[in-house]
């Protein structure tokens, strides 16, 4: 069974305020309050002039330092991104990955499920990993674009790096289970700005994270009550306490607290929300976490994750 050895976070130091990102977006003014009043966005890590890979080494960089054994075991690297590519006229092998081709490690790029891959891959890394080896998922990409940045009337994308070292020797954060469901009607999506690849995701959106959910619980083994925390995409806070009044569980249980500084970090969200509840201390052995992400397509991923 695999276990998170540890975890790192890299985002751009500079921030930008929602009324300054809503001019950039040419927001309503409707738009703005509902965004703020009952979204809960505030500000944004968003750095147009920093590269990609200053976020993705500053968080692989101060992660392998701390885990010398781990690194020198890596033998597996996975970058997960929403985004088909991540920079313009990539190469064979994306710069993210290049310097660990170079010394010869397994690397790929995982896309598919897209806000959901990263959580995805820590379920991936249990089947590809031997006892021996250490994986490293690299949860990580740039908001370039206004049409990237905003999904109307959902959520504001900001920017955070998670990368996040996996491997089978106990550690404080078990990997239990995962559970994954698929809703194909929102699989195409061509880039055309005309396509209504979406038409019909927002009224279903509430309906799919509430079955994942339940779904999950069942594959676990497990009631709400069982739960301490639950770890979400950051897509937006009203969403979240609309699923908590659905379900009947006590919406404390959500960590919404980050999405007012960070807004939604693509898949880096329920990491980020981790470090949150780490660096405040609420974490105890045995507390049962959930984290949990929602990529268009759409996908729904769904880790259990055991604190030691």
Known sequence: MLHIVDFELDHPERTEALEEVAEQLSLSRNQRRMFSRFF???????????????????????????????????SHVAHCHTLPAVTCFEGETSPILAPFAERGLEVFSATMNHCATGLSMLWAM?????????????????????????????????????????RREPSRLRIVDSYTLHEPRFWQNTGHLDEPYLEGFEDMYLDFACRTLTKALQQFNLDM???????????????????????????????????????????????????????????????????????????????LVQVG
């Open 40 to 74: 809960g966005f505030e500000a944004f890590h968003y750095d147009e002039a920093a590269p990609l890979e200053q976020m993705t080494s500053g968080a692989v960089d101060r992660l392998l330092a701390r885990n010398e054994s781990g690194a020198a075991a890596l």
């Open 225 to 303: 009550g069982d739960v301490r925390f639950i770890l979400p995409h950051n897509v937006n806070m009203a969403s979240w306490i609309m699923m908590a009044q659905i379900l009947g569980f006590d919406r404390h249980k959500v960590c919404l607290s980050t999405i007012g500084r960070f807004g939604h970090c693509f898949g880096a969200d329920p990491f980020i929300n981790l470090m949150q509840l780490i660096e405040e201390d609420c974490l105890k052995s045995g507390d049962r976490l959930l984290l949990f992400s929602i990529g268009l397509g759409a996908t729904a991923t769904c880790t």
């Open 126 to 166: 249990e089947q590809l990993l031997g006892k021996a080896d250490t994986g490293l998922v690299l949860i990580a990409e740039k908001a370039f674009h206004p049409d990237v940045r905003l999904i109307e009337n959902t959520t504001i994308m900001g920017e955070c790096a998670a990368a996040v070292l996996v």
